[in-house]
């Protein structure tokens, strides 16, 4: 009877658990995890033992999330390897070319074998069926799972083309040339007929300009939108005037605002114009290799990092772009190369929205016109920037 009843009362054991034994009790199967310690318990340990008080859970329980953890430490693993191979493709061509980045390429080479002997490795490790040997597994590369999950900055081949170089130049003796070709008498009188009426109020009568209008047309319509912390994605920092924003090397921790960007580091205004003539300012000149400066729609996506988020990549947008030496003006992913003969260091935006006009100049360029986008606009427009690293800002106008 006494026998009958000691049977009643034994706990069961999974069909993983006889193997597996604690080692400060060793009559006692493992079944917890001991998530301070890292370690496989038994039952008594958080009780009894040196585990006590520790933050346990079911051994079952902490191998789906590990599970889970290696998904997403192969996917990172796969995105890795896709930029490292499209490294490999465009070093190697750069080298039949130039005869200099044969190691680089290696060093490429090598990186991918490692990755993928650790993505072998991870996934043995997801497929254990006992969890205990799985945790066990997992403990034994946490570490190097770390460092292959950490973020990853590089999104471009390097070292970078020379070919915006070669075509910048090419195109620019293209101008010259048929500028050369054009009578002076002519060009004289086109300059003659493109000047701006500053007393016109007719709307969309700005477009009428010459190259480089006079700044005073424009500070009429000036105004300084401040940027929406809410928008803002954790890497970047805004400032106390809400004028500028920089990017950290962290995210910023604490909840994120349903119309934040999570993916992206964009920033919307907190000002939005749905009527009206329009005008402000952009400092890029810390901005590093790549800004994107323009407008949005408040319906443009907060989540992930697909098009429909991208500012300039879909129909809520339109943008001006600069990325390693090229410009580029973007609208639902349509795109159309700036040919500029310096970098601008201040972008002057102009807005008509009854007009559908939003145009772009360089300030410190005197004004020289960039690119202007025609559209039907459908909802209030929002200053947008984007920013690859350094800092831009909204400069503030009288």
Known sequence: MASETAGAQAPVQ??????????????????????????????????????????????????????????????????????????IAHLEDAGEKLKVYREQAEACAKQVEVMDDFSTRAWRISQEPNPVQLLQAYIATKAEMGQHMSPWELSHPVPLSFEPVKNFFQQFMEAIQN???????????????????????????????????????????????????????????????????????????????????????????RDGFAAGRHYWEVDVQEAGVGWWVGAAYPSLRRHGSSASARLGCNR????????????????????????????????GVFLDYEAGVLAFYDVAGGMSHLHTFHAAFQEPLYPALRLWEGAISITRLP
């Open 179 to 269: 500028t050369l070709q054009t009578p002076m008498d002519t060009r004289l009188k086109e300059n003659i007929n493109c000047q701006l009426s500053a007393s016109s109020t007719k709307p969309g009568t700005l477009l009428k300009t010459s190259p480089s209008p006079d700044r005073s047309l424009f500070m009429k319509y000036a105004r300084s939108p401040t940027l929406d912390p809410d928008t803002m994605h954790t890497r970047l920092r805004l400032s106390t005037d809400g004028l500028s924003v920089r990017c950290a090397l962290l995210g910023r921790l604490g909840p994120r605002p349903a119309p934040r960007f999570d993916a992206l580091r964009q920033v919307l205004s």
């Open 316 to 347: 809520e947008s339109w943008c001006v772009k600069r990325y390693d030496l090229e410009y580029w003006a973007f609208h639902d992913c349509q795109r159309s190369r700036l040919w500029l003969r310096r970098d601008p260091h201040r972008l």
């Open 14 to 87: 999974p069909d993983w658990a006889p193997g597996w034994r604690c080692r400060e009790h060793s009559d006692r199967p493992v079944e917890l995890f001991c998530r301070r310690c890292s370690r496989c318990v038994c039952a008594l340990c958080p009780v009894l033992g040196a585990h006590r008080g520790h933050p346990v859970g079911l051994a079952q329980e902490e191998a789906a999330r590990v599970q889970k953890l290696i998904r997403d430490c192969l996917e990172c693993l796969a995105t890795k390897k896709r930029q490292q191979a499209d490294n």
